[in-house]
């Protein structure tokens, strides 16, 4: 019950900042600034931690905050911070901003799109494969590429919920099923 209430409650903080942002036209500015929050608390997993202590004050959590993007994020964006902090909502902060992020790609019709490959892909292969999704994805496609080896070959596409597997790995887990499940001619 705790999660459901926490993602109500991300989502209305950052339902809050994404109107405010728009009328203030800083939308785009707050949206990079977002997305910096979010790489920033990827990368550095005991930020997490920080914001979840009941251990350390709000106070200092805020004066944390206020250190890492004082200049890297417009006044708006670190006001808000402050005051998600301010609020004790900071255990949430990561679910703000995450919400904030997909509240802005869903308006603007901004869709992720995953492909794991079996190599690295140059730009020409990424443009097509841009190309053959634009009739089915009304929108801009940001495409994410994952190099995964055990693949072997081919690629395994993510979009929503959706996955489409051409990967020779599954392929091959196919045939092994196919021929532990029908021996094929027993009688010679």
């Not at 459901?4 to 809050?16: E, F, G, P």
């Not at 790995?169 to 021929?179: A, D, G, N, T, V």
């Amino acid at each position: 019950m705790k999660i459901i209430r926490h993602k109500v409650l991300a989502q209305r903080y950052a339902l809050a900042l994404y109107e405010i942002a728009d009328s203030s036209g800083l939308l785009e500015e707050v949206f990079e600034d977002m997305q910096l929050v979010d790489r920033v608390n990827i990368e550095n997993p005991e930020l997490k931690r920080v914001w979840i202590s009941p251990i350390i004050p709000p106070s200092k959590k805020r004066n944390i905050l206020i250190a890492l993007f004082k200049d890297k994020i417009n006044d708006i964006s670190l006001t808000f911070l402050t005051l998600v902090t301010d609020k004790a909502r900071e255990i949430i902060l990561h679910e703000i901003v995450l919400s904030f992020i997909e509240i802005y790609r869903q308006i603007h019709h901004i869709y992720e799109v995953r492909i794991k490959v079996a190599a690295p892909m140059n730009e020409e292969n990424k443009a097509r494969i841009i190309e053959k999704l634009k009739p089915v994805i009304k929108g801009t496609i940001e495409l994410e590429v994952e190099v995964d080896p055990r693949l072997i070959g081919g690629f395994q596409l993510f979009f929503d919920d959706y996955l489409y597997d051409a990967s020779l790995l599954k392929q091959l887990k196919e045939l092994k099923k196919e021929f532990s499940e029908n021996l094929f001619v027993t009688q010679f």
